[in-house]
Nanobody, 124 residues
């Protein structure tokens, strides 16, 4: 049974950094493309970043490009999101998600494949 457990969220000042982690279990992590999604209160979910299973190629939403870095450690079954130069508009709950098929850039995977999320708040 798929299980994704995010951690590393918290309160940070604008311009600060956070590193999110997502521990995966219940499936062969290295066989799947993975994605980060976020959702701010009162707004719909937003695709943030994705990474391929084969070569680790990374893709980003324009809103985070140049500030966020997605990575994965297949040996540890863990997905990461390094977030730098954080802005108040980055405040949201961040979810990692397993792609049911291939990575679809900018397309949200079904929420049945998401974890429970970790809250990120950027505020002074």
């Amino acid at each position: 049974q798929l299980q994704l457990v995010e951690s590393g969220g918290g309160l940070v000042q604008p311009g600060g950094s956070l590193r999110l982690s997502c521990a995966a279990s219940g499936f062969n992590f290295g066989y799947y493309d993975m994605t980060w999604v976020r959702q701010a209160p009162g707004e719909g979910p937003e695709w943030v970043s994705g990474i391929s299973r084969a070569d680790g190629r990374a893709y980003y939403a324009d809103s985070v490009k140049g500030r966020f870095t997605i990575s994965r450690d297949n040996a540890k079954s863990t997905l990461y999101l390094q977030m730098n130069s954080l802005k108040p508009e980055d405040s949201a709950r961040y979810y990692c998600a397993r792609e049911p098929g291939g990575l679809r850039i900018g397309i949200l995977p079904p929420n049945t494949y998401w974890g429970q999320g970790t809250q990120v708040t950027v505020s002074s």
